[in-house]
């Protein structure tokens, strides 16, 4: 067999190979609906870094019930489910969608 560097060259090939799977497997990476704001299964609020985030405004808050109330009276919607409700299959319902 031919050898470039030290290597076969049939590692070399299969190494390449390899690479150009990884890379692909990365540009084909599937959207999480939970990201996009008109899926039902989008949460206005997020848990990040010891706060509750707001993902319409981006306030902040120490408690969940805060933001919870402040999505529901800042931004006119309806109040939305607790993240114990969420993990029991709970969907937020809102009044309008962006």
């Not at 959207?31 to 949460?43: G, L, M, T, V």
Request: net charge positive.
């Amino acid at each position: 067999m031919d050898r470039v560097n030290g290597a076969r060259v049939a590692d070399t090939d299969r190494i390449a190979f390899r690479r150009r799977a990884c890379g692909v497997a990365q540009d084909l990476k599937m959207p999480n609906p939970k990201d996009d704001s008109k899926s039902p299964e989008w949460r206005p609020y997020i848990f990040a870094h010891d706060q509750w985030h707001c993902r319409i405004c981006g306030d902040r808050f120490q408690y969940s019930e805060a933001v919870r109330k402040h999505v529901a009276h800042a931004h006119h919607e309806n109040m939305p489910p607790s993240m114990y409700e969420y993990f029991r299959g709970a969907v937020w319902h809102r009044k309008k969608i962006p």
